[in-house]
Nanobody
Framework: QVQPVESGGNSVQAGGSLRLSCAAS????????LAWFRQAPGSERVGVAGISLSGITTFYAHFVKGRFTISHDSAKNTLYLQMNSLEPEDTAMYYC???????????????????????WGQGTQVTVSS
């Protein structure tokens, strides 16, 4: 199956906005969970936001709540991440990934653990300057 392909990364100033896209043809089935992750140099990959294609569930990491919005367009097989009020701490490579079988409820929350997800894209770079 074709890997997801991310795009939309760029360099912006603090307070700016970006919208990331992930072309994920073949992955838009109702029993899949799609998510965005990010990884800064020298740091572990962490979950940013997730969405269940079987319903309307969306979930976010605490550090992006209220600033980022995950959405999808099934007709275009595309996942989005709208990022507003960007901060220098948001600088990272951003990846989209897929979990077959739906989003997982883990320890009282929807899981954004990278180990839960397969079918990763190559990433798109976001750089936020102060």
């Amino acid at each position: 199956q074709v890997q997801p392909v991310e795009s939309g990364g760029n360099s912006v100033q603090a307070g700016g906005s970006l919208r990331l896209s992930c072309a994920a043809s073949g992955y838009f089935t109702n029993n899949n969970c799609l998510a965005w992750f990010r990884q800064a140099p020298g740091s572990e990959r962490v979950g940013v936001a997730g969405i269940s294609l079987s319903g309307i569930t969306t979930f976010y990491a605490h550090f992006v709540k209220g600033r980022f919005t995950i959405s999808h367009d099934s007709a275009k097989n595309t996942l989005y991440l709208q990022m507003n009020s960007l901060e220098p701490e948001d600088t990272a490579m951003y990846y989209c990934a897929v979990r077959r079988g739906g989003c997982r409820w883990y320890e009282g929350a929807w899981s954004l653990r990278p180990i839960e997800f397969t079918s990763w894209g190559q990433g798109t770079q976001v750089t936020v300057s102060s």
